[in-house]
Nanobody, 116 residues
Framework: QVQLVESGGGLVQPGGSLRLSCAASGSAFSISVMGWYRQAPGKQRELVAAIAPGGSINYADSVKGRFTISRDNAKNTVDLQMNSLKPEDTAVYYC??????????WGQGTQVTVSS
């Protein structure tokens, strides 16, 4: 079973930064699409950023220019650097792995709160 463990969430002021990290178990990390999703109160879970095995990246329009996703296939990790945080970024952030069979695996989530 794939296991994903997120870390790095917390409380920050508007304009601040956080770096989220996701550590994955399993042998298929390097050939899997990895992503970060978030779910804000009262809203559906949405894709924040995704990165393919070859490095192709997609971002939600709301985070372009502020967030950066990266992966390290040697360490089975995927990170999300979040800069210029806004209150509307407040959400539980989830790490996601899609394997070659399109099976989804999810982390437990980490809370990000942006508030003064």
């Amino acid at each position: 079973q794939v296991q994903l463990v997120e870390s790095g969430g917390g409380l920050v002021q508007p304009g601040g930064s956080l770096r989220l990290s996701c550590a994955a178990s399993g042998s298929a990390f390097s050939i899997s699409v990895m992503g970060w999703y978030r779910q804000a109160p009262g809203k559906q879970r949405e894709l924040v950023a995704a990165i393919a095995p070859g490095g192709s990246i997609n971002y939600a329009d709301s985070v372009k220019g502020r967030f950066t996703i990266s992966r390290d296939n040697a360490k089975n990790t995927v990170d999300l650097q979040m800069n210029s945080l806004k209150p509307e970024d407040t959400a539980v952030y989830y790490c996601n792995q899609k394997d070659w069979r399109r099976r989804d695996y999810w982390g437990q989530g980490t809370q990000v709160t942006v508030s003064s």
